[in-house]
């Protein structure tokens, strides 16, 4: 078995002649979570890749290396690469994506100082969807159209200055101000659209350039969305920069044709779409059937709606259910576990999430690049739980699981953080082995555990996980009848074999403050990972060896139980 040439620290052995790592298909967008295979159509688990981190070189080859790796993910169990906003930003090649300039301009034309992206150019992205989709797996595009950054000139503009803490109480006067709101595109002219913006396309700004003052100014004429966000400043339909007037018709009509256009040409097969809670939400509603309908795809689309809120993520998604979200508030739980030093209820992990409210919407996740460090939405799970939080979403049935690219390369701009040394593992177990029925053992609030019984599908499938916050601890659970006298060796964790009774039950045993996965003796024997056995590095009594908090950490843990909790009341009072 070779060992690939791949980005970063994830390096490892690769099947060398199974049918269901190199001869794929396209990928079904109707049930996201499973993959039809080959010619024996078997069912193979979905596990999607954000395709990059926040703070990766700015070095133009971004696009290059995903092309480069496309098959190594596929081989590795990868069925969707959710690919960074492709378009000029503001920062042009040191922009993120997300200080939208010019949608229509991949890397083509010379633009805010650069003719490429950070990532690269506009040939190379092309080149790396092919690529992806050559693996079999699905090209899904990062969609932001909430706002504008980055104008190429001024217009005089009459204006209300509203409370930043309340968009909707005014704290002036209607006034002329001096508002950067002309989008012209000089570099790119009338190329594949001669529209341009101005301030009729928007609601407002945060800049007054004529007497240099930040503040939030509502346009005269305009008004903010109502079906956004109203939890957070009374109405949060502003973000940043230019606020699309998304429902005014001309902007609408320019959308949709950008919709086509960007389908068109680059091939895509779905969506994730950028700050949803600020957007009016029949925009959408509009948009995306649109879409579907003009090129008879499905187009599978997940949108991030930032809220611990669950009910507000079942609000969103309403009757019409037209995509999937993000469940934050599963990855809030995983990180206040993560820092609750022992104090977090695991019985609760799933109470509150939208994987337990409507699994089949839900696109789970441990990691984001707003949530890595030095981001605004900082909640980084800390690296003694990650691997517990990576198989509580890829070893399970619920859920369709998302892995960060940061936690599987790495992140050495972000203060050398390592990669995830377990991630590629389980990542196999989901591929391989996490399948049949699911029985779960969580009842106790510092040990919990889950089994999946396997199936025939899958040879040598069947898997059992134990995880701690606090001591070590045993649960004794059901794998399944048809593993009866069976030996499980346990390839995450180190501990002692387990024997499966006539029963079908064993004892599967954990160490303090960390994660063990079994598999059938047999099966262990095929894996093309190594095992990772912890060793010494991993204290048999967490609590014991953790220092105690410091004060700014326990004041964290407290803000984060306290939010948790009043989320909870304030659902539970609906």
Request: glycine share 10%.
């Amino acid at each position: 078995m070779a060992v690939p040439r791949v980005a970063g620290a994830w390096a490892y052995r690769l099947c060398a002649g199974c049918a269901c790592c190199h001869h794929r298909s396209r990928y079904c967008l109707h049930a996201p979570h499973t993959h039809r295979v080959g010619a024996a159509a078997a069912l193979m688990n979905g596990t999607m890749l954000q395709g990059f981190s926040w703070y990766l070189d700015a070095d133009g080859g971004h696009w290059r290396r995903l092309a480069e790796d496309a098959q190594l993910f596929a081989d590795n169990g990868i069925t969707a690469v959710w690919l960074p906003p492709a378009y000029k930003g503001m920062a042009g090649a040191n922009d993120v994506g997300y200080g939208v300039y010019d949608t229509y301009d991949l890397g083509e034309f010379d633009q805010k100082g650069s003719v490429r992206t950070k990532y690269g150019t506009r040939e190379e992205y092309l080149a790396a969807i092919d690529a992806i989709h050559a693996a079999g797996m699905q090209a899904l595009a990062d969609v932001v159209l909430d706002h504008r950054m980055g104008a190429d000139g001024t217009e005089r503009v009459r204006a209300t200055e509203v409370a930043s803490y309340n968009r909707e109480q005014p704290v002036s006067a209607p006034r002329d101000i001096t508002a950067w709101t002309r989008f012209d595109f000089p570099g790119r002219g009338n190329r594949y659209s001669d529209f341009k913006w101005n301030w009729t396309c928007f609601h407002g700004v945060d800049y007054d350039e004529a007497t240099h003052a930040n503040a939030i100014y509502l346009f005269d004429g305009k008004h903010w969305s109502e079906q956004v966000d109203h939890h957070d400043n009374g109405n949060y339909d502003y973000l940043m920069g230019c606020d699309v007037d998304e429902m005014y018709q001309p902007v609408y009509d320019e959308l949709l044709r950008w919709g086509e256009w960007y389908l068109s040409t680059c091939d895509l097969d779905g969506f994730r779409l950028d700050a949803l809670k600020h957007m009016d939400r029949q925009f959408f509603l509009r948009w995306l059937p649109a879409l579907r309908q003009e090129f008879g795809k499905e187009l599978f689309t997940v949108g991030e709606y930032w809220s611990p809120d669950v009910g507000e993520l079942k609000a969103y998604l309403g009757s019409e259910r037209a995509m999937s979200l993000f469940d934050v508030p599963l990855h809030y739980h995983l990180y206040q576990a993560s820092c609750s030093f022992g104090t977090f209820d695991l019985r609760r992990l799933f109470d509150g999430t939208l994987v337990g409210a409507d699994p089949t919407r839900a696109v789970t996740f441990v990691e984001n690049h707003d949530t890595q460090p030095g981001q605004a939405l900082q909640s980084f799970v800390q690296s003694w739980f990650k691997p517990s939080a990576y198989a509580l979403i890829l070893l399970r049935e619920a859920g369709y699981p998302c892995v960060f690219y940061g936690d599987l390369f790495g992140m050495p701009n972000d203060g050398n953080i390592p990669a995830v040394r377990e991630l590629p593992l389980l990542m196999e177990l989901r591929r391989r082995f996490a399948y049949g029925p699911q029985h779960d053992y969580l009842d106790d609030p510092d040990v919990v555990g889950w089994t999946r019984e396997g199936e025939g599908r899958h040879g040598g499938s069947g898997v059992a996980c134990v995880l701690t916050d606090c001591a070590g601890g045993a649960k004794r659970m059901y794998v399944g009848s048809r593993h009866a006298g069976e030996r499980w060796v346990s390839v995450l964790g180190g501990e002692s074999d387990a024997s499966v009774g006539d029963d079908g039950c064993a004892e599967f045993v954990c160490k303090g403050g960390s994660l063990s996965v079994y598999l059938p003796e047999d099966t262990a024997g095929v894996l093309e990972n190594d095992i990772v056995r912890y060793g010494r590095d991993v204290p048999a009594d967490l609590g014991a060896h953790l220092p105690p908090p410091t004060e700014e950490e326990q004041r964290e843990a407290d803000r984060i139980r306290h939010d948790a909790e009043r989320y909870s009341s304030s659902q539970a009072s609906r």
